[in-house]
């Protein structure tokens, strides 16, 4: 057997390399925070005085926003980015009937859909009934109006998920901060495609546990997209929260925290809930744009 020999070169490298695995942790806990992208598009003509929707301009809000999103050209080709023709896809609507998801938004979606190779029956648009009509889907498209809630501080494309649950109570203590643990269950993970918060005409303010007041609404005309429903969230409640600003000329508290945001990236790791972590784009009608 051949003796073994260290030369000085051969201590260095074996110190260096215990350096380095001793230092490992630490490095990785360095890592650069992740980001998070959204868009946002607004446009004056897409509501008429009395909020009705203007069904060609919504396409193209739509359109540019997916497009925007994905950094494609062609919207057709974009959806296609997103969905497969043998997918199974699930439109996962909001049916609270004060503000819900508006009928044309979703037969915008299933066109673009349709447009991308789905056929016509793989598609289903559910909300009250999505723990039975959309658990077997592959695919899921996450569409909802951005609105205060008594319960979460703000209702958003994270806590349209809740219906998916067995019983949607049991996350309502500590102002829904749980919410996020919603998207593991078998029915949702790994399926949403797209995040879609409607800013058409959002309420942002309010009391009590159902509460709608007209007053508390304006017609924003926009619309946020993106793959992150953590980070689309923070952009609804940062819109929220700087019109409670305009409207009442001080920084007055939701009436119930949305810590839920928040909880969702450093407790459940679903998304980016920092601001300054959001790449916010914004496209179209900039008038009182708030954000």
Known sequence: ??????????????????????????????????????????????????????????????????TTLLGVKNPVDAWKRLVQPTDLVGIKSNAWNPLPTPKEVEQAIRKRLMDAGVAEGNIRIDDRGARQTLANCTALINVRPVRTHWWSGIGGCIKNYIIFSENPSTYHPDACSSLASVWDLPAVKGKTRLNILLALTPLFHGRGPHHWDPRYVWQYKGLFVSLDPVAVDAMGLKLIQAKRLQHFGEDVALETPPKHIREAEVKYGLGVSDPSRIDLVKRGWKEDILI
């Open 1 to 66: 057997m051949s003796e073994l020999i260290l030369t000085r070169r051969d201590l260095l490298k074996a110190t260096a390399g215990a350096a380095v695995a001793a230092l490992a942790p630490d490095i990785l806990a360095q890592e650069k925070p992740k980001r998070a992208k959204v868009v946002l598009v607004r446009h004056k003509e897409v509501l008429d005085a009395q909020g009705k929707i203007n069904e060609n301009v919504l396409m193209q809000m739509l359109d540019e926003a997916v």
